[in-house]
């Protein structure tokens, strides 16, 4: 199993730049393949980004391709989410998420999930 825990969110205004990061306790970090996902009040969660197992392969959504980079760090059970430029439609709850197995976007096929971090970005 692995624990999730995410930080850095908050309030920051449109154009900003946030970095979330998500810190896993447990064994064998570098055997997950690791996303974000968000979640808006009154919509579905929703995939952001996603990295594998090494960090060389990197999948985003086409809303923040270009603007967010997904990066781990598995010495430190630390992956890493950094968001540039970023708009209103942005503000959600990020949830970091683990999965067991192979790549996948779709968060009902992760296994472990942190409590969110709110991101709110104002116009």
């Known amino acids: 199993q692995v624990q999730l825990v995410e930080s850095g969110g908050g309030l920051v205004q449109a154009g900003g730049s946030l970095r979330l990061s998500c810190a896993a306790s447990g064994r064998a970090f570098s055997s997950y393949f690791m996303g974000w996902f968000r979640q808006a009040p009154g919509k579905e969660r929703e995939f952001v980004a996603a990295?594998?197992?090494?960090?060389?392969?990197?999948y985003y959504a086409d809303s923040v391709k270009g603007r967010f980079t997904i990066s781990r760090v598995n010495a430190k059970n630390t992956v890493y989410l950094q968001m540039t430029s970023l708009k209103p439609e942005d503000t959600a709850v990020y949830y970091c998420?683990?999965?067991?197995?192979?790549?996948?976007?779709?968060?009902?096929?992760?296994?472990?999930w942190g409590q969110g971090t709110q991101v709110t970005v104002s116009s």
């Open positions: 990295i594998s197992w090494s960090g060389g392969s990197t």
């Open positions: 998420a683990a999965r067991n197995g192979w790549p996948s976007t779709k968060f009902n096929e992760y296994h472990y």
